[in-house]
């Protein structure tokens, strides 16, 4: 049972590129999630989907994107990477907004 | 909006002894409480949970309080062992029924 399966797990970007993160959860869950992980900073919510199809901005959703065309997948876009956005990248999904969130391995983006 | 801390922001005990973590919310109205465990190089685990209807919960060496009036509520692990050693962050869902989270708190045990 892989739970929640993030790609890539690194990635260096140079200023401007552009990338796109992929999660998969094969738990059928309704809601997934992406977060952001910086020092002293716990985990800040950038977007999350409630279902397939649709996507709500959270926290910190300036500079990215992300889509849900299907229900197992979730993926967040850079569109001009700057180094601010250098982070660790988590995604998460739940069965629903009452019970606990499960998360993946994480993605450690270096924007340079 | 929720506001969560958490406190502290590191800690150190001696193997055996007890850790108590505490965090305090700003939103009367959160009701769900999960605490998670991260190790290095890992995602979060969540290791316990509670909700507003209840005071306490306990598994095994961990347990976690509530007091609704004071918002706050505080993770114990007892008879801490090596590898308790991990960051620990704290969660409360806020009105719009997200998670806002502790900026984590280092715990370490020494053999």
């Known amino acids: 049972n892989a739970g929640v399966t993030q790609t890539p797990k690194f990635r260096v970007l140079k200023t401007g590129q552009s990338m796109t993160l992929l999660c998969a959860q094969d738990?059928?869950?309704?809601?997934m999630y992406w977060y952001r992980q910086d020092p002293g900073m716990g985990l800040r919510l950038i977007h999350y989907s409630v279902g397939e199809g649709t996507t709500a901005k959270g926290e910190v959703p300036d500079g990215y994107n992300v889509s849900r065309l299907k229900k197992q997948n979730f993926l967040l876009g850079l569109e001009s990477a700057a180094p601010s956005q250098t982070s660790v990248y988590f995604c998460?999904?739940?069965?629903?907004?009452?019970?606990?969130?499960?998360f993946g391995d994480g993605t450690r983006l270096s924007i340079l | 909006g929720e506001n969560v801390e958490q406190h502290p922001s590191t800690l150190s005990v001696q193997e055996g002894d007890s850790a108590v973590i505490k965090c305090t919310y700003s939103?009367?109205?959160?009701?769900?409480f999960p605490w998670y465990k991260q190790e290095l190089g890992k995602g979060p685990q969540l290791i316990i949970d509670?909700?507003?209807?209840?005071g306490e919960k306990k598994d095994q060496r961990i347990a976690v309080t509530l007091n609704k009036t004071a918002k706050h509520f505080s993770l114990h692990i007892t008879e801490t062992q090596p590898e308790d050693s991990a960051v620990y962050f704290c969660?409360?869902?806020?009105?719009?029924?997200?998670?806002?989270f502790g900026p984590g708190t280092r715990l370490s045990v020494l053999p």
């Open positions: 939103d009367s109205a959160s009701n769900y």
């Open positions: 509670i909700r507003s209807n209840v």
């Open positions: 969660a409360a869902r806020d009105y719009g029924q997200n998670f806002v």
């Open positions: 738990m059928n869950h309704e809601y």
């Open positions: 998460a999904s739940s069965s629903s907004t009452n019970q606990p969130q499960h």
